[in-house]
């Protein structure tokens, strides 16, 4: 099990931007493939972005936040990054990091590690 710590959520107007990170607690952070997940309030937890192992080289989103988010990676710090543009109403949630077995649209069963999560709320 790897421990992951979010943070950087918060309140923030629709149209503007926020960038989430996720500090990981493993020597080898480079060899997982990473993932960004979001649930809202009386809806089920669902896939927002991943990235794969080593480099990051390789990125997979949800078509509601294709464009808009991009997920990062940097393995010196054990850190992966959401940040997030073009906010909507749509977007506020509790979004969580986890390890995933594939970056290709991981679903629940393929999250290794979750976070504790981190809100963020998106104001009209």
């Known amino acids: 099990q790897v421990q992951l710590v979010e943070s950087g959520g918060g309140l923030v107007q629709a149209g503007g931007s926020l960038r989430l990170s996720c500090a990981a607690s493993t020597r080898t952070f480079s060899r997982y493939v990473m993932g960004w997940f979001r649930q809202a309030p009386g809806k089920e937890r669902e896939f927002v972005a991943a990235i794969n192992w080593g480099s990051g080289g390789i990125t997979y989103y949800a078509n509601s936040v294709k464009g808009r988010f991009t997920i990062s990676r940097d393995n010196a710090k054990n850190t992966v990054y959401l940040q997030m543009s073009s906010l909507k109403l749509e977007d506020t949630a509790n979004y969580y990091c986890?390890?995933?077995?594939?970056?290709?649209?991981?679903?629940?069963?393929?999250?290794?590690?979750w976070g504790q999560g981190t809100q963020v709320t998106v104001s009209s």
């Open positions: 986890a390890t995933v077995k594939t970056v290709v649209g991981p679903s629940l069963a393929d999250v290794g590690s």
